[in-house]
């Protein structure tokens, strides 16, 4: 069974110790369950990941000590994603997946149909930070606060591809617009041109409004895209898009 991992800020290096924070502590020594001499992998972006192990446990915290290198870092995918968040555990589940499928930035965006009300960057961090910790990524993704899609929008990078996924066709009558204006399935618009780099975009449960869909397909660097015949829900439609992403387009090929 692999060590177990744990994310640490601080520089690494062979013979480093590193006194642990409450929260860390607790966790090694506690959900863990490591005493004196316990064997644990320390990591992250900068400095890869390590082989350390504890040297002092006590009332007070507990210091572990760095041996030496396993492996060095490797950056995540250059892999942004825009979702408009939803009921509180959707957004949690949303930013865990995420993480485990290697988006690197997460941006929390709200849509004219947005249900959430607000957004607790910490607690998201939180979450990314043990997903990390458990996929053997090097990185936390970072988290930025919550802001309208028009204001993300603005000042956008025409270098990095926004893929979004919509369902819907442009036949105001018909259910979901009928069958015009439908976009390509996902892997065919990533096969067709792919790009540097990727940002994708998820909208809220009802999807985009007619007006935000205009927007968005005014915009050159802008592809809709069709995740298949279904209609999925957003925490869905994430693990769905990315995986096809990675597949199509990242770090999945030839790993």
Same mark, same amino acid.
């Given at each position: 069974?692999?060590?177990?991992?744990?994310?640490?800020?601080?520089?690494?290096?062979?013979?480093?110790?590193?006194?642990?924070?409450?929260?860390?502590?607790?966790?090694v020594?506690?959900v863990?369950?490591?005493?004196?001499? &316990?064997?644990?992998?320390?990591?992250?972006?900068?400095?890869?990941?390590?082989?350390?192990?504890?040297q002092?446990?006590?009332?007070?915290?507990?210091?572990?000590?760095?041996?030496?290198?396993?492996?060095?870092?490797?950056? *995540?995918?250059?892999?942004?994603?825009?979702?408009?968040?939803?009921?509180?555990?959707? !957004?949690?589940?949303?930013?865990?997946?995420?993480?485990e499928? &290697?988006?690197?930035?997460?941006? $929390?965006?709200?849509?004219?149909? !947005?249900?959430?009300?607000?957004?607790?960057?910490?607690?998201?961090?939180?979450?990314?930070?043990?997903?990390?910790?458990?996929?053997?990524?090097?990185?936390?993704?970072?988290?930025?606060? @919550?802001?309208?899609?028009?204001?993300?929008?603005?000042?956008?990078?025409?270098?990095?591809?926004?893929?979004?996924?919509?369902?819907?066709?442009?036949?105001?009558? *018909? $259910?979901?617009?009928?069958?015009?204006?439908? @976009?390509? $399935?996902?892997g065919? #618009?990533?096969?067709?041109?792919?790009?540097?780099?990727? @940002?994708?975009?998820?909208?809220?449960?009802?999807?985009?409004?007619?007006e935000?869909?205009?927007?968005?397909?005014?915009?050159?660097?802008?592809?809709?895209?069709?995740l &298949?015949?279904?209609?999925?829900?957003?925490?869905?439609?994430?693990?769905?898009?990315?995986?096809?992403?990675? #597949?199509?387009?990242?770090?999945?090929?030839?790993?």
């Open positions: 069974m692999a060590e177990p991992r744990l994310l640490i800020d601080d520089n690494l290096s062979t013979g480093a110790a590193l006194a642990l924070d409450e929260a860390q502590a607790r966790h020594g506690t863990l369950r490591l005493d004196v001499g &316990g064997r644990l992998r320390v990591f992250n972006a900068r400095d890869g990941e390590w082989r350390a192990r504890v002092e446990k006590s009332k007070r915290g507990m210091v572990v000590v760095v041996d030496d290198l396993i492996r060095p870092a490797r950056a *995540a995918p250059d892999l942004d994603l825009l979702f408009a968040p939803v009921k509180r555990h959707a !957004t949690d589940f949303i930013v865990e997946k995420a993480t499928l &290697g988006v690197r930035r997460i941006f $929390p965006v709200t849509t004219q149909r !947005t249900i959430a009300e607000t957004v607790r960057v910490d607690r998201l961090l939180g979450i990314a930070r043990e997903a990390a910790q458990q996929t053997e990524r090097f990185d936390v993704p970072e988290i930025a606060d @919550a802001q309208s899609l028009p204001r993300a929008l603005d000042g956008w990078d025409q270098t990095r591809r926004l893929i979004y996924a919509d369902e819907a066709g442009d036949d105001a009558g *018909a $259910p979901w617009g009928g069958e015009s204006g439908r @976009a390509l $399935p996902i065919e #618009a990533l096969q067709q041109a792919p790009p540097a780099s990727i @940002a994708l975009l998820i909208g809220p449960e009802g999807g985009f409004t007619p935000e869909r205009r927007m968005l397909r005014a915009l050159a660097f802008v592809t809709p895209v069709s &298949g015949p279904r209609i999925l829900r957003a925490e869905t439609a994430v693990i769905a898009a990315l995986s096809v992403i990675q #597949a199509y387009w990242g770090d999945w090929r030839g790993a």
